[in-house]
Nanobody, 129 residues
């Protein structure tokens, strides 16, 4: 059974840093794109960042580019999201997700939550002074 389990959320002050982790299990993710999404209260779920499990490609939303870094530790079956220079608008539930990537995919398909096959339960991040 495939599982994605997020951890590392919590309360942090503006300008601070936090690292989220996603532990993946239940199958090989060699052909998957691993993504992070977030959802604030009364808002739609939005794309944050994604990285290929086996390749070199990564993606970031404009709102986090330069502040967040997505990485993977394949030996530990873990995907991380290092968040720096945090802002109050970063406050949200953060979700780890996995999407099977086909060779013909193009454009910004990875921004659509409906393209992802598996989801974690989420971890809360609150940025407040």
């Amino acid at each position: 059974q495939v599982q994605l389990v997020e951890s590392g959320g919590g309360l942090v002050q503006p300008g601070g840093s936090l690292r989220l982790s996603c532990a993946a299990s239940g199958r090989s993710f060699n052909n998957f794109l691993m993504g992070w999404f977030r959802q604030a209260p009364r808002q739609e779920r939005e794309f944050v960042a994604a990285i290929q499990w086996s390749g070199d490609t990564s993606y970031y939303s404009d709102s986090v580019k330069g502040r967040f870094t997505i990485s993977r530790e394949n030996a530990k079956n873990t995907v991380n999201l290092q968040m720096s220079s945090l802002k109050p608008e970063d406050t949200a539930d953060y979700y780890c997700a996995a999407a099977l990537q086909y060779s013909h995919y193009a454009g910004t398909w990875f921004r659509d939550p409906k393209q992802y096959n598996y989801w974690g339960q989420g971890t809360q991040v609150t940025v407040s002074s």
